[in-house]
């Protein structure tokens, strides 16, 4: 049983810093890729960034300089450090891991808010 447990989200001002973590549990293939996603409220869950356990990392273009992310493979761990804040970042937050061979099965966190106020 996999299991993503998310935190870091909350309240911050347009300008400001946050830090989301998630761990993940369970029997975790080595070839793997962890990330993030986000809704905003009546929207499409979007992809926000993700990295592959070779520490390559792929972000959406409005991220893009603004967001980091990175893993730590030993502890099955991946972390979104969240820069220059926008409200328009305002969604709830889900960490996602899929992995090998059921590169098709997504396992999600329960999502952590994250509310940037103008």
């Known amino acids: 049983q996999v299991q993503l447990v998310e935190s870091g989200g909350g309240l911050v001002q347009a300008g400001g810093s946050l830090r989301l973590s998630c761990a993940a549990s369970?029997?975790?293939?080595?070839?793997?890729?962890m990330g993030w996603y986000r809704q905003a409220p009546e929207k499409q869950r979007e992809l926000v960034a993700v990295?592959?356990?070779?520490?390559?990392?792929n972000y959406a273009d409005s991220v893009k300089g603004r967001f980091t992310i990175s893993r730590d493979n030993a502890r099955n761990t991946v972390h979104l450090q969240m820069n220059s804040l926008k409200p328009e970042d305002t969604a709830v937050y889900y960490c996602?891991?899929?992995?090998?061979?059921?590169?098709?099965?997504?396992?999600w966190g329960q999502g952590t808010q994250v509310t940037v106020s103008s």
């Open positions: 996602n891991l899929q992995m090998a061979p059921n590169w098709a099965r997504a396992y």
């Open positions: 990295i592959i356990n070779s520490n390559t990392p």
């Open positions: 369970g029997v975790i293939s080595d070839m793997n890729v």
